[in-house]
């Protein structure tokens, strides 16, 4: 059973993943505008698995006996300068999100709360690749600097990313 405050931070984390989710739906908007179909469809590939983990989380309160309680999702911003500067805010906004991860495992550590421990440890592998992966398309981007071309086959490269799946 879930103590009172595991159940508050686990609901806060469903609001910090679907934010995530209209985050990249913000960012697949400003990649369709600028007509990079690969880097939009990455987004809202990124997008979709935010939901994803959303909903696990909160399969997982409602199958403790918690009640998930929904809160007002933050407006994402909608404009940037550059592929390369979306892409900086990607990166730390995973880096945010691994902090809050972090911080659940914490709770339930603390509370002595094994089911919830385990259960977390699923985000915080997954939060490991999320930083890697972003952090090479990150490289990538410095590495292409202005070459029109560079982005042209990096854009090619992102539109081959799959839907997710989460187990």
Sequence with gaps: MLSEKMIKALNEQINAEMYSAY????????????SLA???????????????????????VNGCGGQ???????????QWHSPREVFADVL???????GLINNLMNLALDERDHATSGFLQWF???QVEE???????????????????GLFVLDQELAKRLPPTVQ
């Design 68 to 78: 998930v309680v929904l809160h007002a999702i933050a407006k994402p911003p909608a």
């Design 23 to 34: 985050f990249y739906l913000a960012m697949n908007a400003y990649f369709e505008s600028k």
């Design 131 to 149: 930083e890697a992966h972003v952090g090479a398309v990150v490289d990538k981007l410095k590495l292409i600097g202005a070459d029109s071309s």
């Design 92 to 98: 730390s906004h995973e880096q945010k999100v691994t």
């Design 124 to 126: 915080i592998a997954e």
């Design 38 to 60: 690969g880097f939009s469809h990455w987004m809202r590939m990124q997008a979709q698995e935010e939901m994803l983990h959303a909903m696990k989380l909160y399969d997982y």
